[in-house]
């Protein structure tokens, strides 16, 4: 399993955190929740540093590589400060329970 990581500084974004969050809950979390090989997908973020990322989880190196229903890129204006990818050496899950968590659906 690999675990991808992406984080963007908003502090010259024309977007802030509550738009990205908009964007979640109207198209970002169910087209997500379409992609194959997408084991579990977090977005993130720390508004006193406005900071916006997302940690995904894949199945396989050539599934994290595919083709996405992103927009963050598009809606940020430019690629992630952080992009990295690791492999995944261990995890703990409630499954279903963890899904649609976070401030974005509270």
């Known amino acids: 399993m690999i ?36 084991v579990f997908k977090a977005w993130i973020a720390d508004e006193a540093t406005e900071r916006w990322g997302a940690v995904s989880v894949w199945e396989s190196r050539e ?10 890129r598009e809606l940020i204006g430019k690629d992630p400060d952080i992009a990295e990818v690791f492999d995944l050496e261990a995890t703990v899950s409630v499954a279903d329970e963890i899904s649609r968590l976070g401030v974005a659906f509270d």
């Open 3 to 38: 675990l991808e990581l992406a984080l963007w500084s908003l502090a010259d974004s024309p977007m802030t955190i509550e738009e990205l969050r908009q964007c979640i809950r109207d198209e970002s979390a169910d087209a997500f929740a379409e992609v194959p090989e997408l």
């Open 63 to 72: 599934a994290a590589e595919q083709s996405l229903p992103s927009k963050a």
